[in-house]
């Protein structure tokens, strides 16, 4: 009786021996990549170095030993591996989170341009043309212009080659002409801005404002709404002379 046993639980230990030696594939292996190349090599050395062993000789115990020595250390390898997928998975999140990052700097980037006028801009908006024939229309006038676009949400304007921002100056020059940031614009007055063209336009035609003005001095104008309106104008970015960035 007790000579058919011990064949019999010889033959499952060699049955168990052979499964533990059958190489493991799972999904979370597979994923793992390159990080666990190194492992795989490990474990391939080893494999081939259990399968050179002769287990002929062995006892049933050394048979069972040696396969927790090898169930033990495909746990530790499974160990080493989820930390390895964990090591990868903050990588591939940091790099995600850097992307984003640099995607939002450079939309911020983007938007202090535009508005700043170091970047052309382009989208919905208006059309102006005011015509000065008498060349009585002043700075003051046509600033009030900027402040009525403004007013009515106009993200960029232009007039003329001249990028208009919140530090744009304008001023009454020699022989009844208009400067802007100290160069000299001439009638016909050709605006830019863009923003919602129905505001920007209803701003325009409100009774007492900058058109109105205009025509009491004599002149007249032309506004058209337009899908998509392009200012090519922009400012010269002028470096700080005395301010310096923080670390």
């Known amino acids: ?25 799972s999904k979370a292996q597979l994923t793992a990549g390159l990080l666990c190349l190194v492992l795989g090599f490990g474990a391939a050395t080893q494999v081939r170095q259990v399968g050179k062993a002769d287990f002929s000789k062995l006892r049933q115990d050394e048979l069972v030993e040696v396969l927790d020595q090898l ?4 746990a530790r390898l ?13 990588l591939e999140s940091d790099q995600t989170s850097q992307q984003a990052a640099a995607a939002a700097a450079r939309e911020r980037a983007q938007v202090q341009g535009i508005l700043a006028g170091t970047l052309p801009a382009e ?9 000065d024939p008498d060349r009585k229309l002043t700075a003051a006038v046509l600033y009030m212009l ?29 022989d009844s002409s208009v ?7 001439q009638p016909p007055y050709e605006w830019l801005a863009i923003g919602d063209p129905s505001t920007l336009e209803t701003a325009l035609g409100i009774p007492g404002g900058a058109l109105a003005a205009i025509r009491t001095l004599g002149g ?10 392009s200012i090519t104008a922009i400012r010269a970015l002028i470096p700080p002379r005395y301010a310096t960035a923080l670390e």
């Open 1 to 25: 009786m007790s000579s058919t046993r011990a064949p019999a639980e010889g033959s499952a230990a060699w049955r168990r021996l052979g499964r533990a030696l059958r190489p493991r594939l």
């Open 71 to 74: 169930d033990a250390e495909a």
């Open 78 to 90: 499974e160990a080493e591996n989820r930390d390895l997928e964990r090591e990868r998975d903050r």
């Open 123 to 131: 989208g919905p908006g208006v059309a102006l043309t005011v015509r």
């Open 146 to 174: 900027v402040e009525e676009l403004r007013n009515a949400g106009a993200e960029a304007i232009s007039l003329g080659s001249a990028r208009v921002v919140a530090a744009t100056y304008f001023e009454d020059g020699e």
């Open 179 to 185: 400067m802007v940031d100290g160069s000299r614009v």
């Open 220 to 229: 007249s104008s032309t506004v058209s709404a337009n899908d998509s309106v």
